[in-house]
């Protein structure tokens, strides 16, 4: 999928160019509203409505006049009145500085689900290993996966933020939880260690990586077996159910 990110400032277009490069999209990048308006067509537009030469608005209007292409505005939180406008000119969806990386994608997804359905991907950043298998995965029923999610003898509220394994409780951390909730969003699947951190901690997090492997630790322990977590050499980690049958 190609995006088009109409941004002028560097500060932001580079990292963010970076960020949805690690989760398989190509972006062009322009850094004005009149190049933004003679680009190629992308498949999904993110427009920055504070730019240099043209009022965001107008260019999304330009755009919308003459194409169903999707756009998502990005706008600053004093904006507000901005948003309205833009939603009323065509825009899909709108997203206020500062936002995270996953944010922006999930959004993403959810415009281009909307909007072509036949483009959609599954969040699984690379496919499962060969041979792997989720004997234990019950699959919540439609409407019900953000609820309770049951791996195993582990159950994930994300609306609770509870966590139990064989029926008792753990005690997590907010960034255990947000940890062992980020691996559970698709059991099996590998995510980097970048990705990781882009979602638990922050997109333009710079700092130790150690950070990660000290909550991976930590998170091992409270599930009673390492195996949980496994990690994926060179690349990062992913969740599985341990099948030693400790859980019966
Ligand atoms: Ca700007």
């Known amino acids: ?13 580079g990292p963010l160019t970076e960020g949805l490069n690690r989760y398989g999209f190509a972006v062009d990048r322009v850094g004005t509203g009149g190049s933004a308006l003679s680009a190629p067509e992308a498949d999904l537009v993110l427009l920055d409505l504070g730019l240099p030469d043209v009022d965001g608005i107008d260019v999304c209007r330009a755009l919308r006049a003459r194409s169903s292409v999707p756009i998502i505005m990005i706008t600053a939180r004093s904006e507000e009145t901005d ?12 997203l206020s500085k500062p936002f995270g990386v996953r944010e922006l994608v ?19 950043a690379l ?3 060969p041979g792997d298998s989720l004997p234990h995965t019950v699959q919540a029923q439609p409407g019900q996966e953000r609820r309770v999610q049951r791996l195993g003898p582990l159950t994930i509220s994300r609306r609770t933020r509870g966590v139990t394994l064989g029926g008792q409780e753990l005690t997590l951390t907010p960034k255990e939880f947000d940890l062992l909730a980020q691996l559970a969003d698709d059991p099996g699947a590998v995510w980097s260690r970048q990705q990781i951190l882009d979602a638990v901690w922050d997109p333009h997090y710079f700092g130790p990586t150690r950070t990660l492997d000290v909550h991976v630790s930590a998170l091992r322990r409270k599930l009673g077996d390492p195996s949980w977590i496994a990690t994926v050499r060179g690349i990062g980690f992913r969740l599985t159910v341990p099948d030693d049958g400790a859980y019966g």
């Open 83 to 94: 948003r309205v406008v833009g939603l009323e000119v065509g825009a899909d969806d709108y």
């Open 127 to 129: 496919p499962p290993a």
């Open 106 to 124: 999930a959004r993403i997804r959810a415009v281009t689900r909307r909007t072509h359905p036949e483009r959609h991907t599954p969040p699984s």
């Open 1 to 13: 999928m190609r995006l088009l990110l109409v941004e002028d400032d560097d500060r932001i277009a």
